[in-house]
Each structure stands twice: as structure tokens, then as C-alpha cells.
């Protein structure tokens, strides 16, 4: 049994002007298991050589045979350091995204940090991603002998039932502002159905992809949008609880996702949700037990807004969905203990092979 799981996190994991769902995960599953957490800060994957130093004296300094867990926009870039303690520490990667798949890299940088993070996933002991999904892409992708790769989905918070508005017209999408969550498409499909009544909040960080938010406020002002498109920024907290609480729709856009936290938490608040049939995001939207799906998977957002706004009957039929499929949803403390038995197979003779 394990007794002490370090965890090695990104340095701004507290920061909430540019909240993540890594940064939530990673703050929510140490606690449950009780980690000991270091911070390491640095401009992850591509830190400078201060941050490289940092933390390699970080790992030098677990003894021998120490379970840590690292998460991988420390890890994945920086083979080189990690490799280096790779053999005497019982050491899992946790991945939350391929670090090429971030819309928007050059080729030539995509290529680098793609190739880096394949040579710290090798050296790894194990690797621990956040879906089935991304399990079976980092190891088809990376060439991963897929006895080493585990899913550890992260849990969702019990909440109250979102009122929504009595004409179905607010939409809600949360993500960071940047090009891999594809407000861009999301505020072209608004434009495609501008004859209808609806208001949309973006919410998420403004300071991850400063020149995709300038380009997003463009298309906005271009489209005659600003009075009903809102970029309102990060929230946390009772303000974040009060955007769910005033959604009729939830709305992710993502080019890709390895899970999509904030699906889950639309469906604990009984939302809706319309996204991309991308990626994890299938498996994270999942079924009611009735085998309905509580939402629209497409790449077709304006047809679906279309529908969504104008078919009382789609909007009762979804709601239903998603109030069932509420009920199935797993909490964090579940979710923590089976990290928890991910991270004990560690002490496994065979994962010391």
C-alpha cells in the first residue's frame, strides 16, 4: 500500500486568472489522496533553464523507490530531466493533453514537443491519463506498451439544477479563450442564426491566447454580435456557479478534448449540452440510463443552435436527458481512490520492469 505520493505540479495550479481543468484536477485529486505537493513553476512545456533546474533538483530530492506522480505539462517536454530519475523512482506521468494536439503550434514546434514527450513517456514507469480515450490515443500515438497506460477519469461535484430562462435562449460555454476550444466556430455558427432570440457567455481565461481573443472580439464586433455575445472573462467559485445556474444550454466548441471537465459539470447542474463528436468528448457526455444522449454531438453548430432554439419539444426531450444522466455521474472522492489504486500498482514488481 502506498503511504506517500508526491505530486509535482505546475506553479500556477492556484492561479485563477487562468483556470484549467488540469489545474483543477491536479488541486482536487492531491487532496483526496493526501500528496504531498511541490510546485514548480516555469513557462511549461518549453520552460527556461532556471525552471529546468529547479526541477531537476525537485526530483533529486525524493529518495530512492518514491512513488511521484508529475503531471505532464511539467514532465512532457523536459526528457531529458526526467529520464534521469526515471530508474530509482516509481515515477507516473499524468497526462492531461498530448502536447502537440494544442491547436494553433507551429509544425516545427509540434514536432519538437511531440518527440519530447515520447521520450518521457518511455522512460516513465507508468502514465496516467484522464479518459479511456486518451489512454488508447497516447498509446497508439507514442507506441506505449498499453499494460503501463491507465485512465484515471477525474469526479464531479454534486450541484443544484440550473433554472435556465423561460424561453431556452441562454447559452453558456467554458473554456479558456484560445484556439483549441473553437469560440471562433461557436460565435460563426451565432451569426448563422442571428434571427433568433439568444444571449451567450463566454467564460474562461483572456490570457492564455491573447491574439486569438483580439482575432474572437473582431468576428464579434464584424457580426453585429456584442450585445448578445459576452466575453466575460474567468470565474470561479458562486460567480461561475451563478453562469451554470442562469444556462439553458451548455455549449463546447473544442477541436479536442481528453475529457472536458466542464461537460460533466454542466451535467451535474442538469444542462444540456451541445459540443463537438470529437475526441474524448462521446465518452465524457456519455448516456442517461435510458440509452439517450443528453445533448447534440456534431460539428454542425448552426443547425443544431437552430434546432435547440426554436423545438420546445428537443429542449424538454434534452433536458430530461441530462437531469438522468446527473444521477450517474462519479464524485471526486470515487474518483480519487481509484487514482489511489492506479498509483499502488506501482509497487508492483512488474511495473519496476
Not at 507514442?142 to 503501463?148: C, E, F, I, M, T
Not at 451567450?200 to 474572437?216: H, I, N, T
Not at 451554470?244 to 442538469?270: C, K, W
Request: glycine content about 8%.
Amino acid at each position: 500500500m502506498i503511504t506517500v505520493i508526491h505530486f509535482v505540479v505546475p506553479g500556477d495550479i492556484d492561479d485563477r486568472s487562468v483556470p484549467s481543468g488540469g489545474n483543477v484536477y491536479d488541486r482536487r485529486m492531491g487532496t483526496a489522496l493526501g500528496a504531498r505537493e511541490v510546485a514548480v513553476t516555469g513557462t511549461w512545456p518549453t520552460p527556461d533553464d532556471t525552471a529546468r533546474q529547479e526541477l531537476a533538483n525537485v526530483l533529486a530530492g525524493f529518495d530512492d523507490d518514491a512513488t511521484v506522480l508529475i503531471d505532464g505539462l511539467v514532465a512532457c517536454g523536459v526528457p531529458e530531466v526526467v529520464a534521469a530519475h526515471a530508474q530509482r523512482l516509481r515515477l507516473a506521468v499524468l497526462v492531461h493533453l498530448p502536447l502537440a494536439d494544442e491547436t494553433g503550434l507551429v509544425p516545427d514546434l509540434a514536432a519538437d514537443l511531440d518527440a519530447r514527450e515520447r521520450q518521457t513517456l518511455r522512460a516513465a514507469t507508468m502514465v496516467i491519463t484522464t479518459s479511456p480515450w486518451a489512454a488508447r490515443r497516447v498509446v497508439s500515438h507514442h507506441g506505449l506498451d498499453a499494460s503501463r497506460v491507465h485512465a484515471a477519469p477525474p469526479g464531479t461535484d454534486p450541484a443544484p439544477l440550473a433554472l435556465g430562462s423561460d424561453g431556452g435562449t441562454r447559452l453558456l460555454c467554458v473554456a479558456a479563450v484560445t484556439r483549441r476550444k473553437g469560440q471562433d466556430r461557436l460565435v460563426e455558427a451565432l451569426a448563422q442564426v442571428r434571427d433568433l432570440p439568444f444571449s451567450c457567455e463566454l467564460v474562461g481565461s483572456l490570457r492564455r491566447d491573447s491574439e486569438f481573443v483580439l482575432r474572437l472580439n473582431a468576428m464579434i464586433k464584424e457580426h453585429g454580435l456584442v450585445d448578445r455575445i459576452t466575453l466575460a472573462g474567468p470565474k470561479t467559485g458562486a460567480e461561475l456557479d451563478a453562469a451554470y445556474a442562469a444556462a439553458d444550454l451548455f455549449v463546447l466548441p473544442s477541436h479536442t478534448e481528453t475529457y472536458g471537465m466542464v461537460l460533466t459539470e454542466a451535467l451535474a447542474r442538469g444542462l444540456p449540452v451541445l459540443a463537438t463528436n470529437v475526441s474524448a468528448i462521446p465518452e465524457t457526455v456519455g448516456q442517461a440510463p435510458d440509452g439517450t444522449v443528453p445533448g447534440i454531438l456534431t460539428w454542425q453548430f448552426a443547425d443544431a443552435l437552430r434546432s435547440f432554439l426554436t423545438d420546445e419539444d428537443l429542449r424538454e426531450r434534452l433536458r430530461a436527458s441530462a437531469h438522468a444522466r446527473r444521477a450517474t455521474l462519479t464524485d471526486w472522492d470515487t474518483a480519487a481512490l481509484h487514482l489511489r489504486d492506479v498509483l499502488a500498482e506501482l509497487e508492483e514488481p512488474a511495473c519496476r520492469t
